[in-house]
């Protein structure tokens, strides 16, 4: 990052399948940049302070009264008052509907063949017990898929459609307040998500001055 | 009755019970009386939450016309796998709770099956309100359990729907006497909270009926023969039957 008057605190490139985790504190901002385009980005916030206090996709989207993430999203955690928010988006939507793929998940949706495929869940349930303090399996609920697109049918159908990004394509988030980000750079090959070709995505911590 | 004496005061609370109105949903009548486990009306704002067993039936009937039944499921043999609901949206690649839904667990298998329902006015997006998730906790932390066990949960009678710029409607109920029915596949937990939806502008709360019965013989039919409905099930049925004592076979 060259802008003047920002210190950079992290700036990391992700691989496909590759876990990344880190404490962005109030004030921060962390930005997920698409670097090839379609790649699904699964991420849990926690409060930093009380990991039980977790982001809650229900109250966030109830909050917002729309089934969708983008610019302007507040990520609200279970005490109702928000994580982070989403203070530049060109990509457009977000979901946070479709959960993180996990082993068994994937076999009751493709098969038994992709039992021991990679899966977010397992990347997450990795980093919870490294994170530790009661930060474990049970803590794990609904996460955010960046750069993912699952529009609702009117029916009601999840159309787990080709990716809306492109190469270049980023978010940033606003931490509100200290947020514990963990995430896991998807590595489905059985679902458009990752357009059948899951690629690293490079992620920027900087705060003001 | 005087109640200023300890034989006064216990004859006074024995003698209420002969005088309570109480209300209990009747057994339905294509039901045996002897198979019939639970039978209770969960007033407004309250929660009710019980351990069924695999085979059971569980009725929830909306007969007012204004309970939400916000719910979620644990398998009491190992409370760590519990309902999922963003596999139950994505597996049957469907948000909208109708009859033959499964609901999943995060583990990859069914833990019961919606297998009738009048009502199709249901919500897997929007959880509870603050009232409805602190009852939602107090069922969880009765069976052990604490707040991190209380993930996202749905809501029966009251509908949410989405509109193509993802705004969400409510859809409210669909009327007094809806009822869903859920086949419970595995050793189950059920906690149920009867409190307003969040989404719900004029909620007039009204009782929960929730009646549960036997019908073992039901899990042998699949109630739907889509794929994934049949993998879940299969991993539902292998893990019970591994999980049995093997001196029942000898």
Known sequence: MTTTGLTIIADDVVDACAPWSAIVRAGQTLQIIDLHGNQAVDTLFFDAHDYANRYSAVDTIRAQGRAYLGLGSRLLALDGEPLVSIVADTCGRHDTLGGACSQESNVVRYGEHTRHMHACRNTFLAQALGWGRGLDKRALTANVNFFMNVPLTPDGGLDFADGISAPGRYVELAADRDTLVLISNCPQLNNPCNGYDPTPVRLLVWSAA | ?250
Request: hydrophobic share 45%; glycine share 8%.
């Open chain 2, 1 to 250: 009755l005087s109640t200023d004496s300890t034989t006064g005061a216990r004859d006074h609370a024995r003698s209420q019970v002969r005088t309570a109105a109480m209300r209990v949903p009747a057994t339905p009548p294509d039901v045996e009386p002897s198979r019939l486990l639970w039978a209770e009306s969960v007033p407004a704002g309250s929660y009710a939450t019980r351990v069924l067993g695999r085979g059971t039936r569980l009725r929830l009937i909306d007969p007012d016309g204004g309970a939400c039944a916000h719910l979620l499921l644990f398998r009491s043999d190992a409370p760590w796998e519990r309902l999922n609901v963003a596999d139950t949206v994505k597996v049957p690649w469907q948000a909208y709770l109708s009859a033959g839904h499964p609901l999943l667990s995060d583990q990859g298998r069914v833990l019961a099956t919606v297998v009738a329902d009048s009502s199709g006015h249901h919500d897997t997006l929007c959880g509870m309100t603050d009232a409805g998730r602190a009852k939602m906790l107090l069922a969880a932390v009765k069976h052990g359990l604490d707040i991190r066990d209380v993930a996202p949960s749905v809501s029966l009678f009251k509908g949410v729907r989405v509109a193509d710029d993802g705004m969400l409607g409510f859809i409210g109920s669909a009327g007094p006497g809806a009822a869903v029915d859920l086949l419970i596949h595995l050793p189950m937990v059920v906690a149920l909270v009867n409190a307003a939806h969040p989404l719900d502008p004029d909620p007039a709360l009204t009782g929960l009926d929730v009646l549960a019965w036997r019908a073992g013989e039901q899990l042998t039919t699949p109630v739907n023969d889509d794929p994934e409905y049949l993998r879940a099930l299969f991993n539902t049925e292998t893990t019970w039957a591994a999980a049995q004592t093997s001196e029942a076979f000898e």
